[in-house]
């Protein structure tokens, strides 16, 4: 290993060579004021995106894979309920969606359950190209976005 001029990225000397991807995030949380509501909102737009439930217990619900030992590349989103649930519009949420089809039915089943749109599905370029995406605002007031980078 080498240290000093010539070493290369610090990510060189840290990581193994299979991780040199991006997955920042491990698991996020969103705090909702009401989970009874919230409940059947986010088991829909989970359910769009392909996003398993893990768990649901009278005070949090759980969508995606947690991280283990064996495979450290998930991503978990955990809703709360708490009575200090406050939205910001500069706080958001964007989950990947696998395809512009996935994107369209996160919106559509959002507006079914309780949520409101707040940027209906369709092209950002200026953002990129191909960013193809729709933001929602979930019962509590939090926005959320789902997006496909693929040209398609």
Request: net charge negative.
């Amino acid at each position: 290993m080498k240290f000093g001029a010539g070493a290369g990225k610090l990510s060189d000397l840290l990581l193994p060579p299979r991780l040199h991807f991006m997955h920042l995030l491990d698991h996020a949380s969103i705090a909702v004021s009401d989970l009874a509501t919230a409940r059947p909102f986010y088991d829909a737009v989970m359910a769009a995106l392909g996003a398993d439930k893990v768990y649901d217990r009278e005070d949090a619900l759980g969508y995606g894979a947690r991280c283990d030992t064996n495979a450290d590349d998930h991503t978990c989103l955990a809703v709360y309920a708490s009575p200090g649930a406050s939205s910001d519009p500069k706080r958001h949420w964007c989950f990947k969606a696998a395809n512009r089809a996935q994107v369209e039915a996160f919106h559509t089943a959002g507006l079914a359950h309780g949520g409101h749109d707040d940027g209906a599905p369709g092209l950002r370029p200026h953002y990129h190209a191909h960013y193809f995406a729709a933001f929602l605002l979930d019962p509590s007031g939090n926005r959320i976005e789902a997006v496909c980078h693929r040209a398609e």
